[in-house]
């Protein structure tokens, strides 16, 4: 695995979290429902 990659992916990851909650959200039900 390429670090800047992940870091990419962490960053991305926390600026929907932090600034984009209702996307964050429907994240977190797809995800859920593909269990």
Same mark, same amino acid.
């Given at each position: 695995?390429?670090?800047? +990659? ?7 990851? #926390? +600026?929907?979290?932090?600034?984009? #909650? ?14």
């Amino acid at each position: 695995y390429d670090a800047y +990659e992940l870091l990419g992916a962490i960053n991305y990851a #926390k +600026e929907v979290y932090y600034n984009h #909650k209702d996307n964050w959200y429907g994240i977190i039900e797809r995800g859920m429902s593909m269990d």
